[in-house]
């Protein structure tokens, strides 16, 4: 994986804004990011889709319970393999549990009501966009904050 990220390193440095707003590193750290992301993202949909059609409980509350099971993978993943921080566990971990609560308030709670709320005022109740688009949504937006404060607050 470093010799790939190394290879796309030396073509993207050709390019002016690349030097600008990305180093070697901060790009080694933004793919690995996006590879557990995308292994977080793929365990976390799986469980909501499962728990969803196994449990009898509102999508909100199967999403939180997912959300919850993924902060343990998502943490150490990040930590130890996408940032390779080995240091500050305990004020990392207060950190990232802050940062939790606010995706969990604000993606999973404000959005996720917000979004299935216009799907179903432009698709109807009952469509397959009302039912899983709105995660794929919220995801969308969870990745894009939160590399910027994981890189720039909780693993510095």
Do not use: D, H
């Not at 728990?51 to 509350?61: D, Q, V």
């Not at 993978?73 to 004020?91: A, D, P, V």
């Amino acid at each position: 994986m470093n010799q790939l990220i190394n290879k796309i390193t030396v073509l993207l440095e050709k390019i002016p804004i690349f030097n600008k707003y990305f180093t070697r590193e901060t790009f080694g750290q933004f793919i690995r990011y996006i590879f557990v992301g995308v292994f977080s993202f793929s365990i976390e949909y799986t469980l909501f889709i499962v728990l969803r059609n196994m449990m009898s409980i509102s999508e909100l509350a199967v999403n939180i319970i997912v959300y919850t099971i993924i902060f343990w993978i998502n943490f150490l993943l990040n930590k130890f393999f996408s940032f390779r921080s080995r240091t500050n566990f305990k004020r990392q971990i207060f950190l990232y549990g802050i940062l939790f609560a606010l995706n969990l308030v604000v993606g999973n709670i404000l959005l996720f009501s917000g979004i299935r709320y216009l799907l179903v005022l432009a698709c109807g109740e009952g469509s397959w966009q009302v039912l899983y688009l709105p995660k794929i949504l919220i995801m969308f937006f969870i990745i894009s904050w939160n590399f910027i404060l994981y890189k720039k607050v909780i693993y510095k």
